[in-house]
């Protein structure tokens, strides 16, 4: 029961230059589901990721991190679903490079330029040899306009694809960014990846990319809590083909700023849809922190608000239980926060005003907003100028129902 | 739904010489209701505490630590249930102050010899003229044998009462030690305070006295998570009345190592009974963490586990999903954690082994093990000797449940 989300329109999704997709079907765990996905990239085309900090990281995840330090040109990512080769040691790692090595040959190009991911359960074998049998399907379907279709090949609990588009005019021609999410929305046990590919034809120098695909992900893959579990296979992705716009290297320039902020826009969309597909979600909560020392104390806030079980079933249960918010902020590890500062707004209301309950509060206010399925949570700590924002779920009655009777 | 828990025996609670109990009926949220307890300490008694590190702590938080602060000898406890007085400001400082003055007044002592404890609804104004009309009845009533109805008397949501009491010999004399506390089950959204009070009849010098609460608190009521929120209100107050065996001024001492253990171990009891009496708990998990480099990254990856959504999930639905509890030790905060020589095991079924699944693990074996009520889940770090034991319940469907319906 995804809020207010629906599936794209494949129209809306424009081809990026330079960039075809593929999909095919290993039956790794359903025959015929389409499960693995490659994107290939043409030549001039420049790649920059992010990572989990799981030190259980998977097997594909030290293999990007490996290739990409390598320096050398990445020529194709390839995607599976249905396995997470995480918690797999010497043995996944040896699976991993042997799909890489198949799809380097298919394409003529070097291992180290291929990119491997995979989603799905934890502490299994990876069966390598089924996706291998998949490549050349996946190869010989290699296409521009397959966004749509590769956003539901790397879907596994979502119950919906997550895909966004924008063009944007840039030094005079046009440049397309278009990108595609899978959600960590916990459904199905052991399933809490999530993936992120976003690709432009835009000419942005390597030396930007990798600062681009961080300040995107911090603030919004980044930003986004469904259960507070960190999974080991988490990685986004951000392509420039180079194929439209001008040449881009300078941070300070408009057309980075520009393509910065769209990038990042983009990025927040996938990474909202996938909050708002979580695991049973009933309501979308942005917790908007303010007046914080630095950034980072304003995000462990958000965080802390956006991971308590106690505020999220009462966000279900529509239920303004505010003391628990008002507790979440003083958890959060400011160890010099003077509460008897702090402010806090459900929306339009404000319930506490310098760490207590305003006297102007009343709970049929709070009760309104708290029907609401999109919430605004907003903190004002009054101790600086920096701000954050976090996305995140209530917790539902469901999302326990579903974990515990998946096998049943 | 307890986990192998059940009330005390009044029988087994050994009164300790210099401590009375006395409670009494304010009717904060219920008429009748016992609802208000008052400990009374003859002369020579010493105390220390420990509480709540939320920087959104209740105004009777601060005020236990400004008056153990002031160094002047403690008199009396005053406990009230129904109302946390927290999220209340300056108001709810004068209303807590209310509270000790009246008692003191009763009592004929300092307002600083008055350590006040609040547990129930944050945000709400305390209602210091029903409990100080209340405090004649409870101060009537004060009794040494009165443990059991005082442990009744602290309780909010929990559905048992939590007590424990042991003699041993020590130095050619018998010292009693006797608490009871009450849990932060969270079955009643905005209850979630912690409340532990152990007191001895020892000789144990001031200067020791401090070191031993922390010592007890950090194995036990620091050793316990529900669901991982810090409640604003939790306080853990050890009480040495100094009217039995030796004088113990040493901490090499044996005497003082003897005592140590056993308030400890009593300590230990109680923390247990507040996570088998966890809201809908149907498991208690024992995560026993052992080969760290220190207690403290131990702690860590005991809590990760123990705190984790869906490793709690994982366990009410009795499926062995390991991988999470591998991807919960991965997100523990170790940085230069080597997760290839880490091995865990489910009681005596080895699941990995070098950071991956054993060859020999069958899910069966798992499986068998997640059906028991009582879990041992052992993680070796095999990076040094420290060693860490967390105690934690599964996240059940009734979690969310009775979160979710308790105003309906």
């Known amino acids: 029961m995804p809020v207010s989300l629906t599936a794209p329109d494949p129209a809306s999704l424009h081809p990026v230059a330079g960039v075809t997709l593929g999909i095919a079907s290993a039956g790794i765990k359903r025959p015929g589901r389409k499960d693995v996905l490659v994107m290939r990239l043409d030549d001039g085309a420049q790649v920059a990721g992010v990572f989990t900090l799981n030190r259980f990281c998977a097997a594909p995840v030290h293999l990007c991190r490996e290739h990409l330090a390598s320096g050398k040109p990445v020529r194709a990512l390839v995607v599976n679903t249905g396995n997470a080769n995480a918690g797999t040691g010497l043995d996944g790692r040896h699976r991993a490079l042997e799909v890489c090595d198949t799809l380097a040959g298919l394409l003529d190009c070097q291992r180290q330029a291929v990119l491997p991911f995979s989603t799905g359960v934890i502490l299994e074998p990876l069966p390598a040899d089924k996706i291998c049998s998949a490549l050349p399907e996946a190869v010989a379907a290699l296409a521009p306009a397959n966004w749509a279709e590769a956003a539901e090949a790397i879907m596994t609990t979502d119950t919906l694809p997550k895909a966004a588009s924008v063009q944007l005019p840039l030094g005079g021609d046009t440049i397309t960014i278009t990108g595609i999410a899978k959600g ?64 881009i290297d300078n941070a300070d320039s408009a057309d980075y700023l520009a393509l910065r902020d769209a990038v990042t826009a983009l990025a927040q969309q996938l990474a909202q849809a996938i909050v708002r597909d979580g695991e049973g979600a009933t309501k979308f909560m942005t917790i908007q922190v303010e007046g914080g020392r630095d950034h980072q104390e304003c995000k462990a806030v958000g965080y802390a608000i956006g991971r308590s079980p106690l505020v999220k079933t009462a966000f279900f249960a529509s239920d303004p239980n505010l003391g628990r918010i008002l507790a979440a902020i003083g958890y959060a590890g400011i160890s010099d926060l003077d509460v008897d500062q702090v ?26 907003v708290m029907r609401e399925p999109e919430i605004l949570v907003r903190v004002m700590l009054n101790r600086g100028d920096a701000t954050a924002t976090v996305w995140s779920c209530d917790f539902s009655y469901d999302y326990v129902k579903i974990n515990a009777d998946y096998r049943s």
């Open 184 to 247: 960590a929305g916990m459904i199905h046990p052991n399933m809490a990846t999530m993936l992120g590919y976003i690709a432009t034809d835009a000419r942005v120098a390597p030396s930007l990319l990798q600062d681009l695909v961080r300040y995107a992900a911090d603030r919004s893959f980044n930003s986004i809590t469904i259960d507070g579990d960190t999974s080991t296979n988490d990685s986004f992705i951000l392509i420039a083909s180079h194929r439209a716009g001008p040449q």
């Open 343 to 368: 402010d806090l707004y459900l929306d339009d209301v404000l319930v506490a005003h310098q760490g207590g309950r305003h006297p102007d509060y009343r709970e049929e206010d709070g009760q309104r």
